[in-house]
């Protein structure tokens, strides 16, 4: 039986070749505009252009789907209630392309009911793409039809384990940069590849773990069905699947508990368990017998 959702990734492909086209052709100008959003990030002319190209092609081959998108927002097709939305950010990676650095891609997922089913990651400057569609499996290639399926590893201790990530800061500001410096000396090798890329090598066998404290859907959606077709898991730091959490921790699956015993964040249980604790009544401590001559040891030692 045929994929139900082939026809929407070869379009896929083809949303991503002419990213490719309008990215590559100004990468690397000396007049590149480049502004700063409220959040400080850049965003640059081509942000704005691929994603438009992209929106205009979308909505004459798939118009009653909703489209997200990082520059403009969410515009939903002339369906009434359409459970498909197309997830783009067009230029995951802006820092590195403005700088010159070849390290950033076009990422194109589809939502259908609430679950990722198709993902596209395209890295013309590295000359390089992967895809996934649901039960299709994950596979690399310069082209739709040029392509090999890939897996993740089968590493299954961190001691043997490569960890890719995007920066080290990050991690301190949500309070987990002594969890996160403490992952890292426990892995045999470290990188900061940084952005789609340390997943899309964790999806190559590659890398054994990716991570990362702070993300949009956007950034996340392609990468999320790579990763789970190659054999690999893929959560929020609060261990929710999918890409639906402000996170992300990636792993091959075998190494996923140990990572998040170090990186596990869950701020929203936290919160719920203070509030219990406050409005559940303390019982009374018992009277302490003990005489006054008596040590009182800070700590109790087990039997």
Avoid at 183 to 198: H, I, K
Avoid at 218 to 239: H, N, Q
């Amino acid at each position: 039986m045929a994929n139900p959702y082939m026809d929407d990734l070869r379009l896929a492909h083809v949303l991503a070749d002419a990213a490719d086209n309008l990215s590559m052709d100004r990468f690397g100008a000396l007049d590149l505009e480049v502004s700063t959003k409220p959040d400080m990030t850049y965003v640059t002319e081509s942000d704005k252009a691929v994603e438009d190209a992209i929106r205009k092609m979308l909505k004459s081959a798939r118009g009653r789907d909703t489209v997200l998108g990082e520059e403009a927002g969410e515009t939903e097709g002339t369906a009434e209630t359409s459970e498909r939305r197309w997830i783009v950010d067009p230029i995951d990676g802006t820092s590195n392309f403005v700088r010159g650095v070849p390290v950033w891609a076009t990422l194109i997922a589809l939502e259908e009911a609430g679950e990722i089913v198709v993902g596209c990651v395209s890295a013309p400057a590295l000359g390089r793409r992967w895809w996934a569609m649901k039960d299709g499996g994950a596979h690399t290639g310069k082209s739709f039809r040029a392509t090999r399926e890939i897996k993740v590893s089968g590493v299954r201790e961190l001691s043997a384990a490569s960890m890719s990530f995007a920066s080290v800061p990050s991690w301190e500001a949500i309070g987990k940069g002594a969890e996160f410096q403490a992952l890292l000396r426990q892995c045999w090798r470290t990188r900061a590849y940084g952005d789609f890329w340390s997943y899309m090598l964790l999806a190559e066998g590659a890398v054994d773990i990716a991570a990362e404290p702070e993300l949009n859907l956007w950034d996340m959606a392609a990468l999320d069905i790579i990763v789970r077709e190659a054999g690999g898991k893929f959560t929020s730091l609060a261990g929710v699947d999918g890409p639906w959490g402000p996170n992300a921790v990636a792993t091959n699956g075998r190494l996923h508990d140990a990572v998040m015993a170090y990186l596990g964040y869950f701020p929203d249980d936290l919160e719920t368990i203070a509030a219990e604790l406050e409005e559940t009544p303390s019982e009374p401590e018992p009277a302490d017998e003990t005489p006054d001559n008596v040590l009182h040891l800070p700590f109790r030692r087990e039997d």
